[in-house]
């Protein structure tokens, strides 16, 4: 169950008032930039920014990765590009850094003071992972399995992600990913990857695979996919992928169960489904130890946004105009802290797919931001930003009225 909660939190320095365009004068007022801080922009309307994953790297400079998207990606000629940004005055102002052709909905992270780049080679395609050894000027090209061709396609089938965090635990690290037999939208098949973490990375030989489990709509009505895993840590030491539920109703994850040796994924319908704050959509969970819970930002829609939706007909996996901070110490009973960003404008504002990192006391975050004057909906960002929530273990006393 959801805990139920008493009041109305807005962080101060992120929290967004939307205004809209208006004249004066004769004049017109520019939109009103996005909150936070503008990483990149659209390079033109019908192109889209996608997949937003942030790293700290040894020397403190922050990298940022996104993809692009949507009917302008190959007019632009950056179709199946990934193009990453530095940051070297913790996230103040960026520089562009590379640009990578055949890397889509890919992860940032380091092993072994060396980058690596997880995801595939371009929409359901090949599961692949280069290497950097240069902080992101230049990136390794996985031509076989021996290079970083993890798993190859065979015809329509082929993998899926976004950009999920990888774990670490019993000596191996983890990545969910998931297998679709076709191109089509939500025929996800649950799969967990995990390699020795003194292994070679680049190697296919290096990773197990774990069974391909399906999603049974069956399970529950009205609930139709899953899509998008974390693998995390439970307290009890239990490997986990806690995948997004596609459900117009929100807020349901499912808690899928992964052996030690990471061969074997299982999953109980009648107890393995959970209410965690805008799981329709897709969010990032990370362990703190100090504060010792789990951390998520995701899309939640308090009540009065879901009441919203409803009367304007909108879908609620569409409703991405709230960010919410949310926490638990169990991974089964979460509670909302503060809103990170917002919008009124639930059709056309979106602050979704967050990846984001603890630096010290606080949170940074990359983020998909559709914002301002543009004619598609939220979903179709045209930003990338940045935000950091300060001081974010101090924000546990406090709660997100439902």
């Known amino acids: 169950m959801y805990k139920p909660t008493h009041q109305i939190f807005r962080s101060g320095l992120l929290t967004l008032l939307i205004l809209c365009v208006h004249f004066s004068n004769g004049q017109t007022v520019p939109p009103p930039v996005p909150p936070g801080i503008v990483i990149t922009r659209a390079p033109s309307e019908q192109t889209y920014l996608g997949s937003?994953?942030?790293?700290?790297l040894p020397s403190g400079d922050y990298l940022v990765s996104h993809d692009f998207f949507g009917p302008g990606a190959t007019k632009d000629g950056v179709a199946g590009h990934t193009r990453y940004f530095i940051s070297s005055d913790k996230g103040r102002t960026w520089q562009p850094r590379s640009m990578v052709k055949g890397m889509y909905w890919s992860k940032l992270f380091l092993h072994l003071g060396s980058l690596y780049a997880f995801g595939t080679r371009g929409g359901v395609n090949d599961c692949v992972i280069r290497r950097s050894d240069d902080e992101g000027r230049?990136?390794?090209?996985p031509t076989d399995e021996q290079h970083g061709l993890l798993l190859r396609k065979q015809g329509d089938t082929g993998y899926h992600c976004a950009p999920m965090p990888m774990a670490y635990a019993h000596g191996r690290i983890w990545r969910a990913m998931e297998y679709t037999p076709d191109k089509g939208w939500g025929k996800f098949r649950s799969v967990m990857m995990s390699a020795d973490t003194a292994s070679d990375l680049l190697d296919a030989r290096s990773w197990q695979v774990s069974n391909r489990l399906d999603f049974d709509t069956g399970w529950h009505r009205g609930y139709e996919a899953w899509l998008e895993g974390n693998a995390v840590t439970g307290p009890d030491g239990q490997m986990y992928n806690i995948l997004r539920v596609h459900y117009q109703g929100d807020d349901v994850a499912a808690v899928v169960r992964v052996s030690q040796d990471g061969l074997t994924q299982s999953f109980d319908p009648a107890s393995d489904f959970i209410t965690l704050p805008g799981a329709c959509k897709k969010f990032v969970i990370r362990y703190d130890p100090v504060t010792r819970r789990y951390w998520t930002l995701s899309n939640y829609a308090p009540e009065a946004e879901k009441q919203k939706a409803r009367s304007l007909g909108h879908r609620l996996e569409r409703a991405r105009n709230t960010l919410v901070l949310s926490s638990s110490t169990d991974l089964r009973l979460w509670t909302s802290h503060t809103i990170v960003a917002y919008s009124s404008d639930i059709r056309q504002h979106g602050f979704q797919y967050a990846d984001w990192q603890f630096d010290g006391k606080?949170?940074?975050?990359?983020?998909?931001?559709?914002?301002?004057?543009?004619?598609?909906?939220?979903?179709d960002a045209n930003h990338i930003t940045?935000?950091?929530?300060?001081?974010?273990?101090?924000?546990?006393?406090?709660d997100i009225q439902p």
Do not use: C, E, M, Q
Request: positive net charge; without cysteine; charged residues 20%.
């Open 52 to 56: 937003p994953s942030i790293v700290i």
């Open 362 to 379: 606080d949170i940074i975050a990359a983020v998909r931001t559709a914002f301002g004057v543009k004619t598609h909906g939220s979903h």
């Open 138 to 141: 230049t990136w390794t090209n």
């Open 386 to 398: 940045f935000h950091r929530l300060r001081n974010f273990r101090k924000l546990t006393g406090r």
